[in-house]
């Protein structure tokens, strides 16, 4: 079964980190490009952060710069999203996916991705 398994949300302080983790099962992550998107309550789902499967090339969306890290542990074929100085704007579900299609999946168009997670939450409140 092919699939995606996130993990790692939690409730956390304004100014606190979190590690999100994103197995791979039945396939080899290292041949997608694996991004991040979230999903607050209320909005439509917005892509935050992509790595890339040729040259591990990163883009992060301008509000988590330099807050976010975006990693890939082949062996372990986890994608990780590191969180720091989250803020309460940061609140949603995360959701991590997979894409085929090259430079097509720099977009972040939903409908390009083959594969996504059931999510995980991440609430940051005082």
């Known amino acids: 079964q092919l699939q995606l398994v996130e993990s790692g949300g939690d409730l956390v302080q304004p100014g606190g980190s979190l590690r999100l983790s994103c197995v791979g099962s039945?396939?080899?992550?290292?041949?997608?490009?694996m991004s991040w998107f979230r999903q607050a309550p209320g909005k439509e789902r917005e892509g935050v952060s992509y790595?890339?499967?040729?040259?591990?090339?990163?883009w992060y969306e301008k509000s988590v710069t330099g807050r976010f890290t975006i990693s890939r542990d082949s062996a372990e074929n986890t994608v990780y999203l590191q969180m720091d100085s989250l803020k309460p704007e940061d609140t949603a579900v995360y959701y991590c996916?997979?894409?085929?299609?090259?430079?097509?999946?720099?977009?972040?168009?939903?409908?390009?991705?083959?594969?996504w997670g059931q999510g995980t939450q991440v609430t940051v409140s005082s």
């Open positions: 790595i890339s499967n040729t040259d591990g090339s990163t």
């Open positions: 039945g396939f080899t992550l290292d041949y997608y490009v």
């Open positions: 996916a997979a894409c085929s299609v090259g430079y097509r999946c720099y977009d972040l168009r939903e409908n390009e991705y083959d594969y």
